[in-house]
């Protein structure tokens, strides 16, 4: 890796970190000596690049700083455009609309050099359409996501029952195959996850959650990695 690049490299991780990245971390990644990140951070903090911290603590990068969002590698772009084909093949017509439009912005903003990593990118995604009997609008669902209310779902179940669910909603998942809704079930009073394409009926309430989005979302992860830790005790909806 070049040294310049490098140097950019450091900036990427630091800013992808919500908490102090230690110089080994560093070197590990950029596989090269904790010596020559410290001389490399010691350059970047000269240059007036923003890093707080110290060798034995750990490297922050103050949120003030600010990069052009468009200065991207060619494996950045690649990756880009990878998960925008994924999006653009798997998600509903709005967000997939939206993943498409990514692409073209991306496309036209690059350097000539470099548009070829887009539009004639090496990686590319399989197409995996959604059932075509899906009735639910998801854009209904991240709007109930985005607004913090709740929802009135009937669903049905694997055996074909059908339960009415007053539910708080927190993300809508994508596989390759379906989509899952992941909310806090009132009737079973626990987190669940629901495929959308056996939503029967959904509506959007006036109540709200009740408490902060992001208190909800970390509850959930907390519940999630207790599940995976005992992947026996697994609810079903």
Not at 77 to 84: F, I, K, M, Q, S
């Amino acid at each position: 890796m070049r040294r310049a690049d490098r140097l950019f490299q450091i900036i990427q991780i630091l800013r992808r970190s919500n908490r102090p990245v230690t110089a080994a971390a560093l070197a590990e990644e950029l596989e090269v000596s904790t010596r020559t990140v410290y001389r490399d951070t010691a350059e970047l903090i000269g240059c007036s690049v923003p890093i707080l911290g110290e060798a034995g603590f750990g490297y922050v990068l103050a949120e003030e700083y600010n990069m052009p969002p468009l200065m991207l590698t060619r494996d950045e772009l690649e990756a880009v455009t990878l998960g925008a084909q994924w999006v653009a093949d798997r998600a509903d017509n709005v967000i997939a609309q939206a993943a498409r439009d990514v692409i073209a912005k991306i496309s036209s903003a690059v350097p000539e050099r470099l548009r070829c990593f887009v539009v004639e990118s090496s990686v590319g995604a399989k197409p995996a359409p959604y059932a075509e009997d899906e009735r639910i609008d998801c854009a209904l669902l991240r709007a109930a996501i985005r607004q913090g209310r709740k929802l009135r779902l009937r669903y049905r179940s694997d055996e074909n029952e059908i339960t009415d669910r007053i539910v708080r909603p927190l993300l809508l998942g994508y596989a390759d195959s379906y989509r899952m809704l992941i909310v806090w079930c009132e009737l079973r009073e626990g987190f669940r996850h629901f495929r959308t394409d056996r939503i029967v009926n959904v509506v959007m309430l006036d109540e709200t959650i009740g408490e902060p989005a992001v208190a909800l979302r970390r509850r959930w992860e907390a519940w999630r990695l207790a599940e995976i830790a005992a992947p026996q005790h697994l609810h079903k909806v």
